[in-house]
């Protein structure tokens, strides 16, 4: 049963954020049903001039900013300051994503709005952090990525780091912000006093690398790339077919067992070098011999259906255009249809965690540059 009540219903988020880190945060809290007034620049956030390009409308801009409010303030401008300074007494949450220093600067630091708001939630997102030796850095997704190690761990042994295909620095900051803003939140309703939240990419992204630090901290170990093999565990990573890919997931003892009578190699199941996952991973040029004669002369998808029904975990490779029109984000509420005013109906990602009595759905388009200023000045009697 829902009461069309979403969990952040009543919650004010204050967005002086931009490109996609920032936005990515305020986001997921707009689909829970925030109230997020997006603070631009007179010229407006840079992913609106960035593509592709649907009708003239950024796409990206509309998959980060949806369900948010627009109102332009030149922060320069006494005026307009002093309209964000209001916001802010009367808003749960600040996030901003500018370089440490730059909203003190500006007159909106956290010890100044939480002296006049004591229960603000205030949020820093930076590539760096408000704090350490890199903190004046610039960053953008690219450069976490590389100096976080995980580039360096990308791609085939005897190849060049390559990137990840997303921009996983900015999006894991985006989700450990949100994440960092609910825990104040949570704990602003015991002392009824905010927090400020201070969130880095470079943070994020490495604490979003648990087994490269389990081998580096605890087993003094120097990580490095393995292509399209767990560095950990076999078999486990992605083996060609006749015609195809497919992607298998063998993590102990039973399946193992399951997987070599499917690959018509019972006996590699007593094999003392598969004896456990450590050693078969150790073995692994023994595996993927055994795997590329069995697979060979099947499809990826007789490879799959094949484990499958043994209870192998497997797939075949779907492109990202598959995974995102597939039944199971379908019917998982992944994609929700919106209304924008120069788009038609147009299909936005949504938040992924379903939440008992609450509904999916019901999302607002991307704002337009200022589309909400009058609005949101005559809430404050401006």
């Known amino acids: ?87 802010a007494r009367r808003a749960d949450v600040l996030v901003e994503n500018f370089r440490p220093g730059v909203m003190a600067r500006l007159g909106l630091d956290a010890a100044g709005l939480q002296a006049a708001n004591p229960g603000l939630v205030y949020a820093s997102v930076s590539g760096f952090g408000q704090s350490g030796p890199h903190a004046a850095r610039p960053a953008y997704d690219v450069i976490v990525q590389a100096m976080s190690g995980l580039m360096d761990l990308t791609g ?74 767990h ?53 692994e040029p023994v595996l993927a011999k055994a795997i590329a004669a069995w697979a060979g002369g099947v499809t990826a998808a007789q490879a799959v259906a094949a484990l499958s029904a043994a209870g192998v975990p497997a797939s075949e490779l779907a492109s990202a255009r598959d995974a995102w029109l597939s039944d199971q984000a379908r019917a998982r509420g992944l994609v929700s249809p919106v209304a924008h005013p120069v788009l038609g109906s147009v299909s936005l990602p949504e938040q992924p965690v379903h939440f008992s009595g609450s509904p999916r759905g019901l999302q607002r388009a991307a704002p337009g540059l200022d589309e909400h200023g009058a609005e949101i000045r005559a809430e404050l009697g401006k």
Not at 183 to 207: H, I, K, M, P
Not at 246 to 273: H, M, S, T, W
């Open 156 to 229: 085939e042994p005897a190849a060049a780091p390559t990137m990840v295909g997303e921009a996983m620095a900015d999006v894991a900051g985006g989700l450990f912000a949100a994440w960092g803003i609910m825990v104040a939140l949570f704990d602003r309703s015991r002392t009824g006093r905010g927090r400020v939240v201070d969130l880095a990419l470079f943070d994020a992204l490495l604490s979003m690398m648990p087994s490269a630090g389990a081998r580096v901290l605890v087993c003094d170990g120097d990580p490095a790339r393995t292509g399209n093999r």
């Open 231 to 283: 560095a950990l565990s076999a078999p486990f990573g992605v083996y060609p077919a006749a015609q195809g890919h497919f992607a298998v997931a063998v993590l102990n003892d039973k399946l193992f067992g399951a997987f070599c009578e499917v690959i018509g190699q019972p006996a590699l199941r007593d094999d003392p070098r598969m004896a456990s996952d450590e050693s078969r991973r150790a073995h």
């Open 1 to 87: 049963m829902t009461d069309d009540r979403k969990p952040l219903t009543g919650i004010r988020v204050l967005d002086f954020t931009r490109v996609l880190a920032g936005p990515y945060a305020t986001a997921l809290m707009a689909d829970l049903g925030a109230d997020v007034v997006k603070i631009e620049a007179p010229d407006g956030d840079e992913y609106r001039r960035i593509g592709p390009f649907r009708d003239g409308e950024s796409a990206l801009f509309q998959t980060a900013n949806r369900g948010k409010r627009s109102v332009v303030l030149d922060l320069r401008d006494p005026g307009d300051l002093a309209v964000a300074q209001g916001l």
